[in-house]
C-alpha cells in the first residue's frame, strides 16, 4: 500500500520539475528575443525566477520519495522492495538525472546574468539547448521502463 503511493508522489514531483526543466529554457528563449523592451523583460525575469524556485523544490520532492524508493527497503523492508537489487540501470538513470539537473542550475545561472546586464547566446542556440532535456528524458524513461541491465 505504502509502495505505490510514494511511486506516485515521486512521479508526481518528477513531472512538475521536468516541466520547468522544459519552461525556463523557453523563458530565456523569450528574454533573448525581446530586444529593448524593459517591462517584458522585467515580467519575463520575474517569471523565470519563480520557476527556478519552484523547479528547485519540486526536484527535492521528488529526490527524496526517489531516495525513498531506491534505499527505503534498508529502512522498511516490509513496506518497501528492494526494486533495483543487482541492476545497473538505476546507475545509468541517476547519472542522466545528474545531467537534467545540472542543464537546469545553468539555465538559472544565465537567467541570473541576464539580470545583471549579461547577454544571453542568441535565440538559435537556446532554442537547440531547449531540446537536450527531452532527449535526456526519453533515456530516462527508457532505462526506467525496459531496465535493460
Partial sequence: ?????????????????????????RILVNLAETGNEPAVQARLQLMGRRLYKFGHNMFGLAFLFGLTLWQGWRMFPAALPNVTAGMHWIDAKLTLVAVLLVYFICCGRLLKRTASGVALPPSRTLRWLNELPVLLLLAVLYLVLAKPF
Fill in 1 to 25: 500500500m505504502i509502495y505505490p503511493l510514494i511511486k506516485s508522489l515521486h512521479l508526481l514531483f518528477v513531472i512538475a520539475w521536468m516541466a520547468t526543466v522544459f519552461y525556463l529554457p
